[in-house]
């Protein structure tokens, strides 16, 4: 059974820092890609970042470009996501998800929350 955990959020001041980890089981981690999702307060759901493999490329929403990294540890099952510089607007539930042969799965969330 796929379970994914993350952990990680709070409450940041805006310019600040949070490091989200996301641990993963059930499945062959190293062989699938992972991605990190949001949704704010009354909007829809969107994709944040994409780390592929095996070859580790990857990919990120516009609003969030050279400020979040995505990286994967294969050995531990684990995917994180470094966040910095954070704005008001990056305030959401954070999601780890994974495509499985029966459809994507999803984490229980974890809140990061942007505020002076």
């Known amino acids: 059974q796929v379970q994914l955990v993350e952990s990680g959020g709070g409450l940041v001041q805006p310019g600040g820092s949070l490091r989200l980890s996301c641990a993963a089981s059930g499945f062959t981690f190293s062989s699938k890609t992972m991605s990190w999702y949001r949704q704010a307060p009354g909007k829809e759901r969107e994709l944040v970042a994409r780390i592929f493999s095996p070859d580790r490329s990857t990919n990120y929403a516009d609003s969030v470009k050279g400020r979040f990294t995505i990286s994967r540890d294969n050995a531990k099952n684990t995917v994180n996501l470094e966040m910095n510089n954070l704005q008001p607007e990056d305030t959401a539930i954070y999601y780890c998800?994974?495509?499985?042969?029966?459809?994507?799965?999803w984490g229980q969330g974890t809140q990061g929350t942007v505020s002076s």
């Open positions: 998800s994974v495509l499985i042969v029966t459809g994507p799965s």
